[in-house]
């Protein structure tokens, strides 16, 4: 990997925003499927969860979403993290919200003020849920009472959502679906994995269009990765291949062209439980970070992708220190990439910068490290400031800027 030189600074303030309960994401990653389903029993006390949404609007505003007794709460700051508004609650009913490791709530903000979010409600029986959405036209006074989006009305799995606006009116949603799966066993047919289904809103949010179904076989419980390019929004996904291969997927939702991302052959009759980020920078280029442990390739990777023309893929991390669940942010030629290590005695956030597009990098850097629970690090951009949050069971919601 050719390296630029480069100058990276740290100035980390402390939140306040404190969460002082746990649900679950202290383990390092795994590859199979975990013991408990993820489902919250409605007669359970709910804890706060380490995994939140953030953002950042085009006033430089960065904006919190977390989840805290079965509530889901939204906050911002004007001082890069150093103070917080008082949370203000979503949804007024209470509801048992998937936020721990690859589930969290999404949170998205336009040019006018909009807020939107989204979550996946978690429903009693073993890996159902559904996609729920609220909005607020009042700068995050007040919210709308939330909608489901899934319209299918089964009983079955809708979980792991994305969330994407245009910065405008123009907003699109992803899932992970489970009505055809389940449609077909009922007929007797075999069906591997789940089904990317998406909603869109012209609106701002105001009403929604029919689902519409992207594809079919896709792994079931690595959370869905959504940008919007100028040619419309862009989902990434595990797909399954053949009958066991777990790679990844991207597609744009408007004209339903798939292409595989990396042929890795991650032959694995499980769902790994680690997906993907993607992100683009405005000029048609799209920069895609996944983790595999494929035939062909091992670890984390990054590749850029423009049209049908896609880079080398480029391994980053510490694969002796467990580095997984990346995320990817973009503005312009500058690219932050993220992900968490482990070293057997503490987490690490981890960074890496590219100021040309993806061409040359900053060696990766670890800027903050916690021997507590961790969930995984949030990269944001925003007039080239760059910011990474991270919240943490010992020191709280952290924002830490990258120079």
């Excluded at 950042?56 to 904006?63: H, S």
């Excluded at 993290?81 to 203000?88: D, M, Q, Y």
């Excluded at 245009?166 to 994995?193: P, Q």
Aim: hydrophobic fraction near 35%.
């Amino acid at each position: 990997m050719k390296t630029a030189p480069g100058r990276w600074g740290l100035a980390q303030t402390a939140a306040a925003l404190l969460l002082s309960g746990y649900a679950g994401t202290a383990l390092p990653h795994t590859h199979m499927p975990p013991a408990n389903p993820g489902q919250a029993v409605a007669s359970r006390s709910a804890k706060p969860t380490l995994a939140i949404g953030a953002t950042i609007d085009a006033q430089g505003r960065i904006w919190l979403t977390r989840v805290e007794n079965r509530t889901l709460l939204v906050s911002y700051s004007t001082d890069e993290g150093r103070h917080f508004s008082a949370p203000v609650t979503v949804n007024a009913e209470p509801e048992n919200i998937g936020a721990e490791g690859e589930s969290r709530p999404k949170i998205a903000v336009t040019r006018n003020g909009t807020l939107h979010l989204t979550w996946t409600l978690l429903l009693p029986q073993p890996y159902t849920g559904e996609i729920r959405y609220a909005r607020s036209t009042d700068g995050g006074r007040t919210y709308s009472a939330p909608i489901t989006i899934n319209d299918d009305k089964r009983l079955t799995s809708h979980r792991f959502d994305s969330l994407v606006s245009d910065g405008g009116d123009r907003l699109a949603i992803v899932w992970l679906d489970g009505r055809d799966r389940d449609a077909a066993k009922e007929k007797g047919d075999a069906f591997a994995g789940a089904s990317v289904y998406f909603a869109r809103s012209d609106d701002d949010g105001a009403s929604f269009l029919a689902n519409r179904k992207l594809t079919d076989h896709t792994c079931e419980c690595c959370r869905t990765a959504l940008t919007w390019t100028a040619d419309g929004p862009v989902a990434l996904w595990r797909n399954v291949y053949g009958t066991h291969t777990r790679d990844f997927a991207l597609a744009h939702l408007d004209s339903g062209k798939l292409q595989r991302l990396a042929e890795d052959e991650w032959n694995i009759d499980a769902c790994p439980h680690h997906g993907g980020g993607i992100a683009t920078g405005g000029d048609g280029t799209l920069h895609a970070v996944w983790y595999t442990q494929g035939k062909n390739r091992q670890g984390l990777f990054y590749r850029q992708a423009e049209g049908d023309r896609m880079s080398a893929p480029m391994a980053f991390g510490n694969p002796q220190a467990q580095a997984g669940h990346a995320t990817v942010a973009a503005d312009g030629q500058t690219v932050l990439i993220t992900w968490r290590e482990f070293d057997g005695q503490a987490y690490g956030a981890m960074a890496m910068l590219s100021r040309d597009g993806g061409i040359s990098w900053n060696e990766p850097r670890r800027i903050a490290t916690t021997e507590g629970a961790a969930d995984y690090p949030i990269p944001l951009i925003h007039s080239d400031r760059m910011h990474v949050v991270w919240n943490t069971l010992r020191e709280g919601i952290r924002i830490m800027e990258v120079e």
